[in-house]
């Protein structure tokens, strides 16, 4: 089975409310860099239609991450926090204006927490169960026009 349709496999289940937690936090870890500075925050979006046809879950959220090892960890952090069994998390990046343009296919990448794999186009790979969170910090990255899906 190819990536594009495990993520047609899976579908939405329930749809919950206290999924639209919105969190913002951002970190210094001591020195005055921008290297330094980690976190991630998500945010509510106004005036989301231009992008609702991406994403299958019904709530579509903003998200600021910085592009680095921390800031990764900190968002696979939350979340393995936030998403519970047969659910899932949708994220798609792109620049600002380029919301109606199409996912690149080649970038798609699936994560399952509960069964600790990372899929992308050059393979899967299984994280272990003591290191994932840094394991998908060091795996990850966010590329433009990219389709993640998140779930458990």
């Known amino acids: 089975m190819n ?4 993520f047609d ?5 329930k749809r919950r409310k206290e999924n639209k ?14 290297e330094d500075l980690y976190g991630i925050e998500i945010f509510e979006l106004d005036g989301y239609e ?18 680095n090892r921390k800031s990764y960890k900190e968002l696979f952090s939350y979340l393995d926090q936030i998403i519970i069994e047969n659910e899932y998390v949708e994220l798609f990046t792109c620049l600002d204006g380029d919301e109606e343009k199409r ?34 910090s060091e795996l990850f990255w966010f ?5 993640v899906k998140i779930t458990r």
Request: aromatic content about 14%; proline content about 1%.
């Open 103 to 136: 996912k690149d296919d080649t970038l798609d990448i699936l994560i399952n927490l509960k069964a600790l794999s990372f899929k992308n186009n050059l393979g899967e790979y299984r994280l272990k169960e003591k290191r994932y969170l840094e394991q998908l």
């Open 143 to 147: 590329r433009e026009k990219q389709y």
């Open 9 to 13: 496999r899976l579908k939405p289940s």
């Open 3 to 6: 990536i594009s349709e495990e």
């Open 21 to 34: 937690q919105i969190k913002k936090q951002y970190y210094r870890d001591g020195t005055e860099t921008s």
């Open 50 to 67: 231009n992008v609702d046809w991406l994403f299958t879950n019904s709530y579509v959220y903003g998200l600021s991450c910085y592009n």
